[in-house]
């Protein structure tokens, strides 16, 4: 059977916002443009070396009924939680963290200089799933495997499979793929996604085209190419070479009600989150 390259059906501009106590970052999904591409409730980056931008982090807040997911370029972030869990994040490295029923966590800058630059992509739980007990997978940056390209450039694989190669994530309800890309000047990219999946592909510098023809042709770094019907990507990289993000997902159609760091199903299982964390009774 022939494949089916998957169209760019929408652009979407990142917008800067603010987040945290004043973390300046630029939001791609979860924005007025695109509210959420399901299982995706949200996508950010953030790319900072103004230390005003990144210093004040993100304190303690809570979480419940879904997973964050943080991949690190540059700068060194440390994560604590009420249950007295603790990592440092460094370049290269992955936090993929199941909130599940709930979890009160800090994520705070351990740099005062330097560039800060990374990603944090929401992922929503089935409805079976929301109230689980919290987990983490704290991946280093040596444990994320590398693939080379033919032709030049490299994939790191931070979730899925890309040809023979496993991700460094496992055990997700949605079995995402997550995907860093990096090409050349000119350079090439295909694989193979289920064609189940919804899917993204964020650029973050230089810049090329994805998918064929339309509104794929001339992207740059700061937007995001939601993909259409396929099982295919094509990608190529302008004169200034390309890295972007590669997401997909299963889809859980299910009825979504959120309210800040809370997702749930229904607007009474969230005011049942808000009541839990005012009466310090998150976890259940």
């Known amino acids: 059977m022939d494949s089916r390259n998957r169209p760019v059906v ?6 800067f916002v603010s987040e945290g106590a004043g973390v300046r970052i630029r939001r791609t999904i979860g924005s007025p443009e695109l509210d959420m591409l399901d299982p995706f409730l949200l996508l950010d980056e953030f790319k900072s070396d103004s230390a005003d931008d990144y210093l004040a982090g993100f ?3 809570p979480h419940r009924g879904f997973e964050t997911v943080t991949y690190m370029l540059a700068g ?26 709930g979890i009160i966590h800090s994520e705070m800058p351990r740099q005062e200089r330097g560039l800060m630059w990374g990603f944090q992509l929401w992922v929503n739980l089935p409805s079976d799933d929301k109230m689980c007990e919290p987990r983490y997978q704290d991946i280093p940056p040596d ?57 993204v592909a964020y650029i973050f510098d230089g810049g090329g085209a ?27 990289a302008g004169e200034q070479g390309m890295q972007f993000l590669l997401l997909a997902g299963r889809p859980l159609a299910e009825p979504v009600a959120r309210y800040g760091p809370f997702v749930m199903n229904t607007r009474d299982e969230i005011m049942q989150a808000v009541r839990d964390y005012q009466q310090g009774k998150l976890l259940g």
């Open 76 to 101: 060194n972030m440390q994560h604590r939680d009420h249950m007295g869990n603790q990592g440092d994040l460094g370049p290269g490295s992955v936090q993929w963290m199941t909130a599940g029923r």
């Open 59 to 61: 304190p303690d807040h």
């Open 210 to 236: 994805i998918g064929e023809g339309g509104e794929g042709d001339k992207l740059s770094a700061g937007k995001l190419a939601v993909l259409g019907d396929g099982d295919t990507l094509h990608a190529r």
């Open 143 to 199: 444990a994320v495997p590398d693939v080379a390209l033919d032709g030049g450039g490299k994939v790191r694989v931070l979730a899925g499979q890309f040809g023979d190669v496993q991700g460094a994530v496992s055990g997700i309800a949605t079995s995402p793929t997550y995907l860093h890309v990096e090409l050349p000047a000119g350079g090439a990219f295909e694989h193979a996604l289920p064609s189940t999946h919804n899917a």
């Open 10 to 15: 929408a652009v979407v501009d990142g917008r």
